[in-house]
């Protein structure tokens, strides 16, 4: 079946600019994740939704980070007047419920701000 | 809050065995992951300890051990597709679905 899909794969822009960067997670999952990964580092928690809910935003690294899932499907992470240092990738997660052993990773977005 | 620790770099050479270790330190812990990346593919699952022991899936093993913050990721007859960074990842005490994870290591196979 289909996995996790993430669009732009890649996404230049200029600082102080708007960002939209999408994630279609695998169907039937509950529970979808955005995680920001900088080179030589491990994923950074952002966020996670649990249905249409966002059930933890703790990781979001201030309020120019916003992120939706209207129908508990696809999501969309937005980001406000963009800084050099958000360039990284950010990766889109999904599992069939909040908690459960496996999250299966999207591509990714290559986010770089000019 | 997490703190997870583990090497680099390693390099080893193809057909032998090779062992990464992963310590952290938790305020609560509520299981530990691997994860293998490729050089810009996303991270692929590769196991999950909650108990400790060993836990064998083909030519991967993962150990835990809870009393000592520690695990790791054994790796026997290594081929040269399993260059790659491993992450270790620990599920956050605070939230069941929250993973914090280390900052991987990068193995390199030579022929």
């Known amino acids: 079946g289909a996995g996790v899909s993430q669009t732009p794969s890649n996404k230049v822009t200029e600082k102080g600019k708007y960002v939209e960067l999408r994630c279609d997670p695998i169907?039937?999952?509950?529970?979808l994740y955005w995680y920001r990964q900088s080179l030589g580092q491990g994923p950074e928690f952002l966020i996670y939704?649990?249905?249409?809910?966002?059930?933890?935003d703790s990781g979001l690294p201030n309020d120019r980070f916003f992120a939706v899932r209207p129908e508990g499907s696809v999501s969309t992470l937005k980001i406000q007047r963009t800084e050099r240092g958000d360039s990284a990738v950010y990766l889109c997660?999904?599992?069939?419920?909040?908690?459960?052993?496996?999250?299966?990773f999207g591509p990714g977005t290559r986010l770089t701000v000019l | 809050g997490q703190n997870i620790d583990q090497p680099t770099e390693m390099t080893a050479t193809e057909g032998a065995i090779v062992q990464i270790n992963c310590t952290y330190q938790?305020?609560?812990?509520?299981?530990l992951f691997w994860y293998q990346q490729h050089a810009g593919e996303a991270p692929t699952f590769l196991s999950y300890n909650v108990l400790d022991g060993l836990e064998e899936k083909g030519r991967f093993s993962s150990f835990l051990s809870r009393s000592k913050g520690y695990s790791y990721l054994l790796l026997k007859e290594l081929q040269m597709k399993d260059s790659a960074s491993y992450l270790c990842?620990?599920?956050?005490?605070?939230?069941?679905?929250?993973?914090?994870f280390g900052s991987g290591t990068r193995l390199s196979i030579r022929p």
């Open positions: 169907s039937g999952h509950t529970a």
């Open positions: 990842a620990v599920r956050d005490h605070s939230s069941a679905s929250k993973i914090i």
């Open positions: 997660a999904s599992s069939q419920e909040a908690g459960a052993d496996t999250q299966y």
């Open positions: 938790t305020s609560g812990f509520n299981g």
């Open positions: 939704f649990q249905g249409t809910g966002a059930a933890d």
